[in-house]
């Protein structure tokens, strides 16, 4: 299995990103997915994850502004985020526990960065 994450960037506050996390030997759609993030000097935190069944949950800090994506065609996580703040600077790597393996995957992590 391979989890290929990109869409990082930098961005002002109030902006917009899109992360995706392109998977194979997997199939997300069946899969329990996730988006994590890094901040320097703190720990892993989780932002958003999707459920086996399709249910989606939200950090706090993230809820409202944040979505997170299934996409069947590109069998493909997304992260829609939308009215960036500088506290979402991190890098943010994907995660698939996947039904197929029984085993949890790590994408390699993208660098955002919110400018105020």
């Known amino acids: 299995v391979q989890l290929q994450a990109s869409g990082g960037g930098s961005v002002q506050a109030g902006g917009s990103l899109r992360l995706s996390c392109a998977a194979s030997?997997?199939?997300?759609?069946?899969?329990?997915v996730a988006w994590y993030r890094q901040s320097s000097g703190k720990q892993r935190e989780l932002v958003a994850n999707?459920?086996?069944?399709?249910?989606?949950d939200y950090a706090e800090s993230v809820k409202g502004r944040f979505t997170i994506f299934r996409d069947r065609r590109k069998n493909a996580v997304d992260l829609q985020m939308s009215s960036l703040i500088p506290e979402d600077t991190a890098v943010y790597y994907c995660?698939?526990?996947?039904?197929?393996?029984?085993?949890?995957?790590w994408g390699q992590g993208t660098l955002v960065t919110v400018s105020s």
């Open positions: 999707t459920s086996r069944d399709g249910t989606a």
């Open positions: 995660n698939v526990d996947s039904t197929r393996w029984r085993r949890l995957y």
């Open positions: 030997g997997t199939v997300v759609w069946t899969d329990a």
